[in-house]
């Protein structure tokens, strides 16, 4: 239980690291809005991809390495983030 608790520690520090990273990117580069994928889903592929390599990641025990209700933490604090780093930079959101 303790390597569990230990990577949806990560995890969720991981989600804040993509919620800012989002959020950044969509301040310094408003183009990047008008691309065909929505940022909510650059968030999605971020997590999958912390999932995938936590799953391959050697030594792992089997068996879920997040709980459900940390992805869901984590998928919320990345999307606030994503919002509310443009808001205070005084841009306006609109389609997410």
Known sequence: MTRTMTTE????????VVGLAVGGVL???PQSRTIGLEP??????????FEAVAYAWPGRTPGPLISMP???IGFVIALALMYFIP???GIEVKNF
């Open 9 to 16: 520690r990560i995890f969720i520090v991981y989600t804040l």
């Open 40 to 49: 909510y889903f650059w968030v999605l592929i971020a997590l999958a991809l």
């Open 27 to 29: 301040v310094l580069v």
């Open 70 to 72: 940390a992805r869901v």
């Open 87 to 89: 808001v205070a930079a």
